[in-house]
């Protein structure tokens, strides 16, 4: 009976809980619904710092990842004239969804209003593994994983079946899964090793050194894409991937695939 009693209990704090839960999510899904219709009305009135503000809260403090709401937050930037910031969420949004036509030529028309001839050299492995320049890299990730789980449940079928069709689907999805997995472990390998940035403020002096002090090389405005290669004592020092380097103050450059609430 003891037992029955506390079953039951337990059964009611769940449902509890449960309610609870869903209550709280819906009320969230209406505030978020809510801010996000406040952000159009500004932005088709021409409040674009309303509208800037309201979209990034929603990609920041309610982590929604979409490109499109992330194109929105660049158009409200470039509106703006915030170059910094335009660029950094076109960016973000390219990660996601690198082959639409809109965000490809708004994302266009911001680069040939830069100043800087700062152009990142890659390496020979950047055009080997191509993939992430159409396909967003989560999706490499996840159809390289299908891929190979495909390949491995075909190799079960030929030990157990010994049927010779079975075959040609092994070398077709072992093929492709290799193509898919290797882009996808490239793309992490890239960021580890250099994370690609944007620079924010207008114009940023690179210094050779981790000082105030330190002489000026040359100068960047915001919108360039640099690589961070290294930070320390509150500097970023940044690269074009060859033979341009040097250090900027760390917030002067926010890193594409960092945190959203940089």
């Known amino acids: 009976m003891k037992t029955m009693k506390s079953l039951t209990l337990f059964v009611i704090i769940t449902i509890f809980f449960?309610?609870?839960?869903?209550?709280?999510?819906?009320?969230?899904d209406k505030t978020r619904d809510a801010i996000f219709l406040d952000s159009v009305k500004a932005y088709e009135k021409g409040d674009y710092k309303a509208s800037a503000k309201g979209f990034e809260k929603i990609a920041t403090e309610y982590g929604v990842s979409s490109p499109s709401l992330y194109y929105n937050i660049g158009n409200s930037y470039l509106k703006l004239e915030n170059y910094g910031l335009a660029a950094l969420w076109y960016k973000r949004a390219e990660r996601l969804s690198p082959s639409d036509p809109d965000l490809k030529y708004n994302s266009g028309y911001l680069e040939n209003r830069l100043k800087d001839d700062f152009e990142i050299k890659r390496t020979i492995f950047y055009d080997i593994f191509f993939m992430q320049r159409f396909i967003s890299e989560p999706y490499i990730l996840k159809i390289g994983l299908i891929l190979n789980l495909v390949f491995w449940l075909s190799?079960?079928?030929?030990?157990?079946?010994?049927n010779q069709y079975i075959k040609p689907v092994i070398a077709l999805t072992g093929a492709a899964s290799f193509v898919f997995l290797s882009n996808s472990f490239y793309c992490l390998y890239e960021r580890a090793a250099a994370m690609d940035a944007v620079v924010i403020p207008p114009e940023i002096s690179v210094k050779s050194g981790t000082s105030e002090n330190a002489p000026d090389l040359f100068k960047l405005h915001a919108g360039t894409i640099v690589l961070i290669e290294e930070i320390q004592d509150g500097y970023a020092r940044i690269s074009n991937g060859d033979d341009k380097r040097g250090w900027i103050k760390k917030g002067d450059a926010i890193a594409i695939s960092g945190s959203l609430t940089n």
């Open 18 to 28: 449960f309610l609870v839960s869903g209550s709280v999510h819906a009320a969230v």
């Open 155 to 162: 190799c079960a079928m030929l030990y157990f079946k010994k």
